[in-house]
């Protein structure tokens, strides 16, 4: 019996899951360091509770970008080495489903794991209780974004010994807009106005960037296979 | 077709055709380009000049009813350490048909590591890695197979396991191309491609 494209995604994602979970040092890393940086903030700035929430949205959006940044270059990287990659490819299925589950399965081990322990960073942070729900909103597009971004960046470096540093010189100037913009939601939540703006931006590029960089991505993986 | 390497001219002009039943045998020293005629040929790789056909088709044209027909053992055996063997084979050959746990467990029954199918490959010798690849390879169930050093790291038990999985895979009407350095050990006709 064929196998459909549904079925490839399914399968791609628990595998990728699976994995994750028998390798937890790699789950927990990016949320150490997550949770680490943004703490290092209230301690490093003097006791003033107006500057810290002034810092709140930029500190805890730079950290989170870097945190997701962490563990991209293993996206691709594990498959490349020990040859499933090349299977993937000849596995006959668009090489566009398969991209699409493991960025997927990438974003609920980093981003969606980070949008967990980031109410509590928030608290560390002074952010006010009201805020959180436009903060998870634009942390949630906004990581997610950043998995396909990553997807590109990771496509590309992935016949690269060294391809971490490489992978955020590609990625963070096209993450530009959103920290601009999910600093910039989570910075009027904390001051009452209305975030909406900005939110809607964020689900833009996060609706672009996850229908368009799949195939880029699949592209750059063919490439270097090459 | 002719594959050239940076600037190095690797494949020099290799013409054959094979047929259902078939058996092709390539040899040729190391650096020969032995493995580069196999990406070539499962479409990984594009040739500067010439072409592939399957079915009097180019595969270019249509890649994906290609690359279900066919099954490709590279040098690493595509298994990931941290998952166990049946956890690979389900993904691995769950990407080209579906199929049921029975037929994978009767696969790696066929390769004799049937006792290592829940064990983390991580904890797999070289050689038992090697037969749970062809156990991947037996159940795809394509047409066409492609194995590179297939015999690498294979007791001899593992060797004549191989051949014999061999023949009868060409004598049910099966392509097979085998890139190894010493003789196939098969009772049966068999061509000889010599790259060097």
């Given at each position: ?8 995604f ?5 595998r ?23 703490t ?17 949205p ?11 940044l ?11 080495e020990?040859g ?6 000849l ?10 589950a ?16 980031s109410p509590?960073?928030?608290t560390?942070l ?31 470096t ?8 490489l ?60 | ?6 600037d ?9 055709e094979?047929?259902?039943?078939e ?56 298994l990931?350490?941290d ?33 290592c ?75 000889r491609?010599?790259?060097?």
């Amino acid at each position: 019996m064929p196998v459909s494209a549904w079925d490839v995604f399914l399968l791609v994602l628990r595998r990728e899951l699976t994995l994750s979970f028998r390798r937890p040092d790699q789950l927990v890393q990016p949320l150490v360091f997550f949770v680490i940086v943004t703490t290092l903030f209230p301690l490093g700035l003097s006791v003033q509770l107006s500057l810290l929430r002034e810092m709140a949205p930029a500190v805890l959006w730079v950290a989170a970008l870097l945190a997701s940044l962490l563990s991209l270059d293993a996206l691709f990287k594990s498959d490349a080495e020990d040859g499933t990659l090349e299977q993937l490819v000849l596995s006959g299925q668009g090489l566009y489903v398969i991209v699409v589950a493991k960025t997927l399965a990438h974003w609920l081990v980093s981003g969606a794991a980070l949008l967990l322990v980031s109410p509590l960073v928030a608290t560390a942070l002074a952010i006010p209780l009201a805020a959180f729900p436009t903060m998870l909103l634009s942390l949630s597009l906004g990581t997610l974004t950043l998995s396909w971004l990553g997807a590109i960046g990771a496509g590309l470096t992935v016949g690269l010994k060294r391809g971490n540093v490489l992978i955020s010189l590609i990625v963070l100037p096209l993450a530009m807009p959103l920290l601009i913009f999910g600093a910039g939601a989570t910075d009027r939540a904390i001051a009452g106005t209305s975030a909406l703006g900005a939110c809607y931006l964020l689900a833009a590029l996060c609706v672009l960037t996850c229908t368009l960089a799949p195939f880029a991505a699949a592209a750059a993986l063919e490439v270097t296979l090459e | 077709m002719h594959v050239w390497r940076g600037d190095r001219h690797v494949l020099k002009g290799v013409s054959f055709e094979l047929g259902s039943g078939e058996l092709l045998h390539v040899t040729g020293p190391n650096g020969s380009g032995k493995t580069t005629l196999l990406r070539v040929l499962t479409g990984l790789l594009r040739p500067e000049q010439g072409r592939i056909a399957w079915h009097g088709e180019e595969i270019a044209a249509a890649p994906s009813d290609y690359q279900r027909a066919l099954a490709y053992a590279s040098h690493e055996p595509a298994l990931k350490s941290d998952l166990s063997a049946l956890e690979n084979l389900r993904f691995l050959v769950g990407l080209k048909r579906r199929l049921s746990t029975a037929e994978l467990t009767a696969a790696l029954q066929r390769t004799g590591v049937a006792h290592c199918a829940d064990l983390p490959v991580r904890v797999l010798s070289a050689g038992q890695r090697r037969r749970v690849a062809m156990a991947r390879v037996l159940a795809v169930q394509a047409k066409l197979w492609l194995l590179d050093e297939p015999y690498t790291n294979l007791d001899v038990a593992g060797t004549e396991l191989l051949s014999s999985l061999l023949q009868s895979h060409v004598a049910a009407g099966g392509m097979a191309l085998v890139v190894a350095h010493h003789e196939l050990n098969v009772e049966m006709a068999r061509r000889r491609l010599d790259l060097a």
